[in-house]
């Protein structure tokens, strides 16, 4: 397991009372339900680990993915918006490309 020290610096979080494995628990469940297409299920468990954690970026262009599946579309946006702001820059320049493109088609 990561070092709390370990843990700040990958996803820049200040020191958190539920850190971090619970958030990314939830978030790996919520995986798990998303890969099953119970959207709703996933969305529910990525909402309490955003709330748990929400420097984890990953959790947040998930539950983007999720809401996209399900036409949520301005909400899905949003997500990855957090997602890029918090995602490291080698991502965050994956994300910009692919909000680009999701934004330009609407």
């Keep these: 397991p990561l070092s709390r020290e370990e843990h700040d610096l990958l996803t820049g979080a200040p020191e958190n009372p539920a850190w971090p494995l619970r958030a990314a628990d939830e978030g790996n469940h919520g ?36 809401l996209l599946k399900l036409g949520r579309r301005a909400e899905a946006i949003a997500d990855y918006r957090e997602a890029r702001a918090r995602a490291p820059e ?5 994300l910009d490309a692919f909000l680009k493109r999701l934004e330009s088609s609407e």
């Design 31 to 66: 995986l798990e339900r998303h890969i099953e297409s119970y959207l709703a299920d996933a969305i529910r468990l990525y909402t309490r680990a955003i709330e748990l954690d929400p420097a984890i970026w990953w959790l947040w262009g998930n539950r983007g993915d999720a």
């Design 90 to 94: 080698s991502t965050a320049k994956q």
